[in-house]
């Protein structure tokens, strides 16, 4: 009994100091300068337990006594310390290990030190900066090389993305889009990019050249935007919840002209009969109240009738005066609302993250409106040997947007008509298409109503990751990625039956008449009403293989790469349509005259390849990369072809080396930090359509005679020994960290060579084609790009960042087909796209004055009017050669300012609004319609 009592007591002590041996602790992280470091993690050493430092770089923690911190933050050294109480913990900057890694091709990641090509990392801070909802437009300005192209400006904005300019003279030149390891259709980056929620995003690493991206085969030869989402961190579960409202209005537009009114060229000519001699009367006799053109009398303020008189006796009389801001009033305020939410957290070995975004917009083009509802989960776990991933992603989007060209319609109205109160033209009778002033263009709000295209678009897109460890050393990865899109669209066009008055009746009134004749010529043209119905699927489902190595012998570093890939996309397209319909309002198929239109298209691309890779780097100071890659493409795939028409092999190799660390001694107070890369590979490229290797047969209504249907031959004729082309690529390129790690620097240098490229050329008719698709041509594409970051300022409370990125591109054609020194590759008779051979391309050209001997204007004898049927001209190139971004960041606390700016220049383009503005007479440019003489002085100089 004695023992019993003693033994307890000393139990009870036992177990109070055990308890007393575990503490919580606080603590703070901040850099050299006392600045706090958001998120650094902060880990018990020899366990699993750890957090993450909060906004203010605080902590607390539970230990055990006599227990070992270890400290850790991107950009940072890693730091171990004793586990006390109210403890400090300073990190020092690690900008000469760059330990932050970066995600590269195939999600292999690197140390930016190791790396031997130009690669960018876009933070998820840069990215939502001003908060925009697409990430196309999130990027524009912030990466040297990268242009984003604004195909239009819509609620469902078109863009086009690449890097470095154009490579390919008539193919694709768009980056590739990878998201979590799932590449993208080739040249559908707009697509994918306006169904991401911005906010998902951890970071885009941009992989800007064929170097870069080479383990992505043919996908890749134009660079690629690897986009990670978030996958959620260890910790408690964190929530959040942003809104943002953004206001968009008309920045700026077409110059008009403001000083004449509605009319036309109807006064006689010079030499016939009844030409006045005066052009002030000959103005007069041009207006007309019903004109579409602006080639009228001065304004005058007069009251004049616009249009012709209505059925019900009224006039439109209106101040013969141009209306100052009509134009703009048009417009709406476009207006966009985005609430997101997200919880992340994990526990353990666990992390996961869930999030839902709203996005609700309303376009600058009236009745224009669309909106995205998507969620994101992902998750991860690691037990043992095994580490396992997984994320899913499902948006839903919908639009609503006329097919009307609203713009162009809009501003080429005569300045004294108020288009703005004709918005309500079914109740305004003088805005509905019975009694609209113009007889050639009815009111663009009403088409732009009736005009419709809805739309919806359901997207789900994810991929399970698993790696097993093999060894300490050794890992096997396997990533199967998945995306589905389905697309139903309805386009149509509402049905309007013009009035018997109208048509034949509407009449310009007496005093005004100039023998007009009766009826709104545009009336006689009614609107039947359409519709069609769509519904594209697509799907893709790819799947890497890898064996990762890593392991150190001694000063040599090893790691490497060995993988399997496979692609496969198929696409269904279905339509069914009606050019008829019976009750206006009702768009259904059923809703018809006559029979149905239809049609159907399905595709299928499947690619596979090989590819390894190996990095040996000496003493952390030297890296040497190799790599290969084989692949094998359906796209020139036939039973009959040899396997080395459809399959090719290429390989490539890049280096970096530190130079700092390889010579201490010049390091300095200025120089700080500096690295040398080269890069040299070769790329394969598949750059053709599916099915593109055979003729087409379509079917052919009429042929050969009457309603009989038969099979014609397609206009393209593909050349039996097509072949992929091939790219070869070469950058050199150096870092630099200076003053004491406040400025950075990265310079570049580029050259890429294509050979063997697919182009469509022209042959003569007799061969039963138009054009043959062919192996052929040489291009060259070669540049320089400077990135420059400046931390001006850098306090506990206040900081102050500047960066500037600047590219220059250019290109060249070494050769075409045969003695062929030109193409037409887009655009009208009289202006449009041309492949020179010794140029850059696309160069533009467009109709030009015929001129004499010495360059003088000709002018026809009996108008006065400069000939313009001369040839085309050359105006240069249309991708800009010059791409300059910049921006600022100013933080204070907990207020941050941030500024972005791009600037594109050095090429030309051409405006068909351009064309159709002075062939109405608004634009300025018109403005001057006084007679005048130009006289021409010749300088002559003697000896």
Same mark, same amino acid.
């Given at each position: 009994m004695r023992k019993l009592v003693l033994l307890v007591p000393g139990l009870l002590l036992l177990l109070t100091g055990l308890l007393a041996q575990k503490t919580t602790i606080t603590g703070k992280v901040t850099d050299e300068k006392g600045i706090p470091i958001p998120g650094a993690t902060v880990k018990v050493k020899g366990t699993k337990t750890g957090v993450a430092a909060n906004n203010s770089g605080e902590f607390n923690l539970s230990v055990d006594a006599g227990a070992k911190l270890i400290v850790s933050a991107a950009g940072f050294t890693e730091k171990e310390v004793a586990a006390t109480s109210n403890i400090v913990i300073t990190l020092a900057e690690d900008n000469k290990a760059l330990s932050e890694v970066v995600v590269t091709a195939l999600g292999v990641k690197r140390r930016p030190k190791e790396l031997g090509y130009s690669v960018a990392k876009v933070s998820n801070e840069e990215l939502t900066n001003g908060r925009s909802t697409t990430v196309a437009n999130s990027l524009s300005g912030k990466v040297s090389g990268l242009a984003v192209y604004n195909v239009n400006n819509s609620v469902d904005p @078109?863009? *086009? $993305?690449?890097?470095?300019g154009y490579r390919s003279l008539t193919g694709n030149n768009d980056a590739l889009i990878v998201i979590d390891?799932? /590449?993208m259709p080739e040249g559908g980056n707009g697509t994918i990019l306006n169904l991401i929620n911005p906010n998902d995003i951890e970071n885009i690493s941009v992989l800007k050249g064929g170097v870069a991206a080479a383990l992505y085969g043919s996908a890749g030869v134009n660079g690629a935007l690897v986009?990670?989402? *978030? *996958? #959620?961190?260890? #910790? +408690? /579960? +964190?929530? @959040?919840?942003? !809104? @943002?409202? %953004?206001?968009?209005?008309? %920045?700026?537009m077409a110059q008009f002209q403001n000083k004449y009114g509605s009319g036309s060229h109807y006064a006689a000519g010079f030499g016939t009969g009844g030409w006045k001699p005066n052009y002030l009367d000959r103005m007069h006799d041009n207006w007309r109240s019903y004109e579409n053109q602006q080639f009228g009398d001065a304004f005058d303020g007069s009251m004049r009738i616009a249009g012709r008189v209505l059925q019900d006796s009224s006039r439109n009389m209106l101040p013969y005066s141009n209306i100052p801001g009509e134009r703009e009033r048009i417009w709406n305020t476009g207006l966009t609302v985005n609430n997101q939410a997200s919880v992340s957290g994990g526990s353990g070995a666990s992390t996961f993250y869930l999030s839902y975004e709203n996005n609700l917009t309303w376009g600058i083009v009236p009745e224009d409106k669309a909106q995205r509802n998507g969620a994101r989960f992902a998750a991860t776990t690691e037990t043992g040997r095994l580490k396992a991933g997984f994320n899913v992603n499902y948006v839903q989007a919908a639009y609503d947007r006329t097919t009307f060209d609203f713009y162009n319609e809009t501003i080429n109205q005569a300045g004294n008509i108020p288009l703005s109160t004709y918005r309500d033209w079914q109740h305004n009778k003088f805005g509905n298409p019975n009694g609209y002033y113009n007889d050639y263009y009815t009111n663009p709000y009403f088409r732009l109503d009736n005009e419709r295209v809805k739309y919806q678009d359901a997207n789900i897109n994810g991929s399970a990751e698993f790696t097993l460890k093999l060894a300490s050393w050794l890992n096997v990865n396997d990533r199967l990625s998945a995306m589905n899109n389905s697309r139903t669209q309805k386009n149509s066009v509402g049905k309007f039956i013009h009035s018997d008055y109208a048509k034949n009746l509407a009449y310009v009134p007496a005093g005004v008449d100039q023998g007009d004749g009766k009826g709104i010529t545009r009336a006689l043209t009614d609107f039947l009403g359409s519709v @069609?119905? &769509?519904? %594209?699927?697509? &799907? $893709?489902l790819n799947n890497e293989l890898q064996l990762q190595a890593n392991k150190d012998f001694k000063d040599f570093s090893l790691k490497g790469t060995l993988g399997f890939s496979i692609y496969d996309r198929k696409t269904k397209s279905v339509s069914v349509g009606s050019s008829s319909i019976v009750v206006p309002g009702t768009f259904n198929v059923e809703n018809r005259l006559g029979n149905l239109s239809g049609g159907e298209s399905n595709t299928e691309y499947r690619k596979y390849g090989y590819y390894g890779e190996v990095q040996v780097g000496w003493r952390d100071q030297v890296f040497v990369h190799v790599f290969g890659r084989y692949d094998a493409t359906s796209k020139f795939f036939k039973q009959t072809r040899p396997t080395n028409m459809y399959s090719y092999f290429y390989p490539g190799f890049d280096a970096s080396a530190v130079v700092t660390d390889m010579f201490p001694s010049i390091k300095g107070n200025v120089l700080n930090y500096f690295k040398l890369r080269v890069g040299y590979n070769k790329n394969g490229n598949? %750059?053709?359509n599916a099915y593109g290797l055979e003729p087409t047969y379509p079917n052919s209504g009429g042929f050969p005679y009457g309603n009989t249907v038969g099979i014609t031959v397609g206009d393209v004729l593909p050349d039996k020994d097509l072949r992929p082309e091939f790219v070869y690529s070469f950058e050199v390129g150096g870092e630099f960290q200076l003053i004491k790690n406040r400025v950075g620097l990265d310079l570049t240098y580029y050259n890429q060579r294509s050979e063997g490229q697919v182009v469509s050329v022209t042959i003569p008719r007799t061969t039963g084609y138009g054009t043959l698709r062919i192996n052929v041509g040489e291009t060259k594409n070669w540049g320089y790009e400077t990135d420059l970051k400046v931390q001006i300022i850098k306090t506990q409370r206040f900081n102050w960042d500047f960066s500037v990125r600047y590219s220059y591109n250019n290109n060249k054609i070494n050769s075409l087909y045969k003695d062929v020194s030109e193409f037409f590759q887009a655009g009208f008779s009289y202006a449009g796209a041309f492949l020179v051979k010794g140029q850059s391309f696309p160069q533009m050209k467009a109709i030009s004055y015929v001129r004499d001997s010495v360059g003088r204007i000709v002018v026809n004898k009996a108008t006065g009017y400069p000939l313009n049927n001369g040839p085309l001209k050359t105006f240069g190139r249309t991708t800009p050669p !010059?791409?300059? #971004?910049?921006?600022?960041?100013?933080?204070?606390?907990?207020?941050?300012l941030t500024t972005n700016w791009e600037y594109r220049g050095g090429n030309v383009m051409y405006s068909d609004l351009g064309r159709?503005?002075?062939?109405?007479?608004? #634009? +300025?440019?018109?403005?001057?319609?006084a007679p005048f003489v130009v006289r021409w002085y010749r300088q002559i100089c003697t000896k």
């Open positions: @078109s863009v *086009k $993305i690449t890097l470095r390891g799932l /590449p986009i990670t989402t *978030k *996958k #959620g961190s260890r #910790g +408690k /579960p +964190k929530v @959040s919840y942003t !809104h @943002s409202t %953004n206001a968009e209005r008309l %920045n700026q @069609s119905d &769509n519904i %594209n699927t697509e &799907n $893709i598949d %750059n053709i !010059h791409i300059l #971004g910049a921006g600022t960041r100013l933080r204070f606390d907990d207020f941050t159709q503005m002075t062939f109405t007479g608004s #634009g +300025k440019w018109t403005e001057q319609r």
